[in-house]
């Protein structure tokens, strides 16, 4: 193409967005100071801002802050966590796409190019604030554990990362306040999977129990319904709220039940999948709130166990569940030891079954309901068991009421346009992605328009009002 060929199409792209902010003029002239709420803030935004200059023209992630951009976007993967030691970015596999050059990171680890965020926001403190939407290229509720990469790993990499400047979900309010009360901070936003998404703001399960010792150590049990045990460990805090800090799988099995001594000493017992063969097994609470289990054994036939420690202070545990072809309970005495249990005396009793859903210790008690799991204590109402909320989770079009509900980031390809302005009707912060020409300009625009070339003269023209 000729050189004259080439000016004359840029031309037309810059006439074409100056008309436009002609005929919207408040676009060409929309308040850009710190009194705007964060949510009719319009930021210059990139769409897989990893990828630099290998799959558009962007440059790198500080090229792009230097540039104004305010919302980045890495494209995360998780299934080689335990072997890679981190998430990793790329666009259709980890690694794909991923553009190296002029200061971005060598290496595909997430870490490192959170890392180049927080450096890049810490030199700059008055910056207007930083969005970083991930996008779970995977679904990161499968991973079973905190080695492996699960919610709790990834909560427990952006607090690292950001510390302070963490613009943090379970803090806010309705809505985010003014860009002034932002500046200097960093939003992370989850996008992408969609059961991963909910599985951030919710778990689900069957069958719940819950243990709490005289430490204010909490830990729930339950099946997902389909024969697969999970376990969440916490703790009742000052104000007798839960806050929830690991979460894993932990065997196979329903109708699970827990004890809990004021040692760490977990005591668990539970039915097969199928059949009435009862198995139990030992675990070690530790104070970053993970569990060691052993291996489970099989102690009996029956339906419906229970457990308890008889001397919180020691050992001694007493289970009861119910035979599996009559009314009649049964007993076990025994003694948990550092990986196993050791069964004593074994005995029909007209005793009750210990109760599994509500627990008490020194004082505080905790209840737990199962279906979207929620735990209740004696001084706070049910709250979700979940993860400390530090990222924002956004909605998309076609998603479910959950993802909808509460959410203050929504997103759809720019070319849905109603979905856009649908979104910004409704006050919360919405992302356009691929937003790759003006013609995609909404009135209002989006808040993210996510763009591919940043650097384009139209681009460029139609944020010249956005906040950086």
């Given amino acids: 193409m000729t050189d004259s060929r080439v000016k004359g199409r840029l031309t037309v792209a810059v006439a074409t967005a100056v008309t436009l902010l002609a005929a919207v003029p408040h676009l060409a002239h929309a308040a850009s100071g710190d009194d705007l709420p964060f949510a009719s803030a319009v930021f210059r935004a990139t769409h897989n801002s990893y990828s630099g200059n290998v799959a558009g023209a962007r440059g790198s992630i500080t090229q792009q802050l230097d540039a104004g951009v305010r919302f980045l976007e890495l494209d995360v993967w998780s299934g080689d966590y335990a072997s890679a030691g981190d998430y990793r970015i790329g666009h259709a596999k980890a690694g794909d796409q991923v553009d190296h050059s002029n200061g971005n990171p060598a290496g595909d680890q997430l870490r ?52 302070d400047r963490l613009v943090r979900s379970q ?27 909910v599985g951030y703001k919710q778990d689900n399960g069957s069958n719940p129990a ?9 830990v729930e049990v339950h099946d997902n319904g389909s024969g697969v045990l999970w376990y969440w460990t916490g703790v009742y805090q000052s104000d007798g709220s839960l806050t929830w800090r690991r979460h894993g799988r932990y065997d196979t099995g329903k109708a699970p039940a827990v004890a809990l001594n004021n040692d760490g000493t977990v005591v668990e017992v539970h039915q097969a999948p199928s059949g009435n063969a009862l198995w139990s097994r030992v675990g070690r609470l530790d104070d970053a709130g993970e569990i060691t289990w052993s291996a489970s054994a099989k102690y009996d036939t029956g339906v419906l166990p229970t ?47 210990f109760p599994t859903t509500t627990a008490t210790s020194g004082g505080r008690s905790v209840t737990v309901t199962g279906g979207t799991l929620s735990a209740a204590t004696d001084r706070v109402a049910a709250a979700p068991i979940r993860l400390p909320q530090l990222a924002f989770v956004e909605y998309q079009a076609g998603d479910s009421a959950t993802l909808k509900s509460g959410s203050l ?60």
């Avoid at 819950?210 to 909490?218: C, E, K, L, Y």
């Fill in 112 to 163: 490192a190019w959170l890392t180049t965020v927080n450096t890049w926001s810490e030199a700059h403190p008055a910056a207007a604030p930083i969005t970083v939407l991930l996008d779970l290229k995977d679904d990161v509720t499968g991973r079973t554990s905190y080695a492996n990469g699960n919610f709790v790993s990834m909560n427990a990499e952006l607090g690292d990362v950001f510390g």
């Fill in 409 to 468: 980031f929504w997103a759809a390809t720019a070319s849905n346009k109603s979905f856009v302005l649908s979104g910004r009707a409704a006050g919360v912060s919405v992302r356009g992605w691929d937003f790759d020409s003006a013609g995609l300009a909404t009135v209002p625009l989006a808040n993210f328009p996510a763009t591919n070339t940043p650097d384009a003269a139209w681009y460029r023209t139609l944020t010249a009002d956005a906040v950086a």
């Fill in 171 to 197: 803090d806010t309010a309705a809505q985010l306040g003014p860009v002034a009360a932002l500046r200097g901070r960093v939003l992370t936003v989850l996008s992408g999977n969609a059961t991963a998404r």
């Fill in 210 to 218: 819950v243990a709490v010792n005289g430490r204010g150590q909490v």
């Fill in 307 to 353: 457990i308890a420690f008889t001397d919180p202070d020691g050992t001694a545990i007493r289970e009861i569940h119910r035979s599996q072809s009559s009314t009649q309970n049964w007993d076990w005495k025994g003694t948990a030891g550092a990986t196993s249990i050791t069964w004593g005396a074994h005995a029909t009793t007209s005793d009750a079954r």
